[in-house]
Structures are given as structure tokens and as C-alpha cells.
């Protein structure tokens, strides 16, 4: 069974940056290559939110509040996805989860329910 696991969270000051990671494990097979990839986020008592999504072959797409100052890469050798996060707000804490799937539509805004594997995510608190 394929897991997800993110880590790069913590807390900065406002204008601040940080790196998130999402690393694959669990299962013999699994590559990055064949999967969209996405970030989502989900602040106390908000829907869950898609962030950013890269496509198989790399292109890459985001919301417009953090178009600009995100940028989602990955590594397929390692299977590693990657949300570089610059100039932070303090809008932008929440809790960031990464999510994958093979038959991702390209439907626009990001839907969780279109992605069928998940993180358990990590903490990113931005302070003013």
C-alpha cells in the first residue's frame, strides 16, 4: 500500500519561507512519473483547498492566491514532490497535504474528491 508522508511544516514569521516535502513509500512500482500530483491546504473551519498540481509530464498549475509566490516541483527519481513557499501570509496557515492520482481530469479549481491518495499533512503557521 502507497503512502504519503509530508514533512517541511512549521512556523514562520509573515514574508517568511518554507519548503514542504512529500515522499512516497510502501509500495514496489509506485513512481511519480504516472500520477498527478497536488497540494492541498485546510485552515481551522475551512474547506479543504487545492494549492498547486503538477501534471505527469511537469506542467504545472495554481491557485491564484499563491500564484507567485508557490512553486510545486518533483523529483520523479526519488519520488518526492515539493512545495517551495515564498513570501508568506498569515492566510496561508493551514494545515498542507499532498495528494496524488493517476486519472486526474485537469479539472479546474482542484477538487479532493478527484485525487485518491492522501498525506496526513503538516502544520504551516504564518504569523503577522
Known amino acids: 500500500q502507497v503512502q504519503l508522508l509530508e514533512s517541511g511544516g512549521g512556523s514562520v514569521q509573515a514574508g517568511g519561507s518554507l519548503r514542504l516535502s512529500c515522499a512516497a513509500s510502501?509500495?514496489?512500482?509506485?513512481?511519480?512519473?504516472?500520477?498527478?500530483m497536488a497540494w492541498f491546504r485546510q485552515a481551522p473551519g475551512k474547506e479543504r483547498e487545492g494549492v498547486a498540481v503538477?501534471?505527469?509530464?511537469?506542467?504545472?498549475d495554481y491557485a491564484d492566491s499563491v500564484k507567485g509566490r508557490f512553486t510545486i516541483s518533483k523529483d520523479n527519481a526519488e519520488n518526492t514532490l515539493y512545495l517551495q513557499m515564498n513570501s508568506l501570509k498569515p492566510e496561508d496557515t493551514a494545515m498542507y497535504y499532498c495528494?496524488?492520482?493517476?486519472?486526474?481530469?485537469?479539472?479546474?479549481?482542484?477538487?479532493?474528491?478527484?485525487?485518491?491518495?492522501w498525506g496526513r499533512g503538516t502544520q504551516v503557521t504564518v504569523s503577522s
Open positions: 503538477i501534471y505527469r509530464d511537469g506542467p504545472t
Open positions: 495528494a496524488a492520482d493517476s486519472g486526474w481530469t485537469g479539472r479546474w479549481p482542484l477538487l479532493p474528491g478527484d485525487f485518491g491518495l
Open positions: 510502501g509500495a514496489s512500482g509506485f513512481t511519480f512519473r504516472r500520477y498527478y
